[in-house]
T-cell receptor
Framework: GAVVSQHPSRVICKSGTSVKIECRSL??????MFWYRQFPKQSLMLMAT?????????EQGVEKDKFLINHASLTLSTLTVTSAHPEDSSFYIC???????????FGEGSRLTVL | GENVEQHPSTLSVQEGDSAVIKCTYS??????FPWYKQELGKRPQLIID?????GEKKDQRIAVTLNKTAKHFSLHITETQPEDSAVYFC???????????FGQGTILTVHP
């Protein structure tokens, strides 16, 4: 199956700093990638849809200025959590779908801990 | 937007028994319904999916049924094994591929 790789897998940062998470589709091109957030013992919540070459589409309630998304190429999308606070601590997972199939492939996830 | 409800939130069975998890969805335009298994700290893994033009799909011990009229779909696991223990999520999406709405999740525990 298609492979989506995410980096870093774990990151700890101080409150007020920014953290960048990368999501790469390794063996296929993804014009669209998706960023989900998962709090402990909860479900996955879609944050935004990342579109190659254009602005991301954010879900209601997600601050676009806080969660910066860049999708500069067909294989890479980045999520930057700006001015991170402890409440941003979560498991962030990216995904991409194989064109024409609808099947979604997830990255390994990135666990962010903000101190 | 789409809303997906999943039940039960926890399910405990004995090894060898069957497990059933049910989901309902609200958007009649949804046409793709995947099920994911997620182990602690890991990514969700697709275990089976079904599209709206099919009523049932089976893959070895796992089956999914879909009732479009009632807008609900179910996951059936037969002959459960301890390694089936995990959190299971249903999801639904419409014409926007990949934009999934997830259910709340079911913690399945299979006791040896």
């Amino acid at each position: 199956g298609a492979v989506v790789s995410q980096h870093p897998s774990r990151v700890i940062c101080k409150s007020g700093t920014s953290v960048k998470i990368e999501c790469r589709s390794l063996d296929f091109q993804a014009t669209t990638m998706f960023w989900y957030r998962q709090f402990p013992k909860q479900s996955l919540m879609l944050m935004a849809t990342s579109n190659e070459g254009s602005k991301a589409t954010y879900e209601q309630g997600v601050e676009k200025d806080k969660f910066l998304i860049n999708h500069a190429s067909l294989t890479l999308s980045t999520l930057t959590v700006t001015s991170a606070h402890p409440e941003d601590s979560s498991f962030y997972i990216c995904s991409a779908n194989l064109a024409g199939t609808g099947e979604l492939f997830f990255g390994e996830g990135s666990r962010l801990t903000v101190l | 937007g789409e809303n997906v409800e999943q039940h039960p939130s926890t399910l405990s069975v004995q090894e060898g028994d069957s497990a059933v998890i049910k989901c309902t969805y609200s958007d009649s335009a949804s046409n793709y319904f995947p099920w994911y298994k997620q182990e602690l700290g890991k990514r969700p893994q697709l275990i089976i999916d079904i599209r709206s033009n099919v009523g049932e799909k089976k893959d070895q011990r796992i089956a999914v049924t879909l009732n479009k009229t009632a807008k609900h779909f179910s996951l059936h696991i037969t002959e459960t094994q301890p390694e089936d223990s995990a959190v299971y999520f249903c999801a639904a999406s419409g014409t926007s591929y990949g934009k999934l709405t997830f259910g709340q999740g079911t913690i399945l525990t299979v006791h040896p």
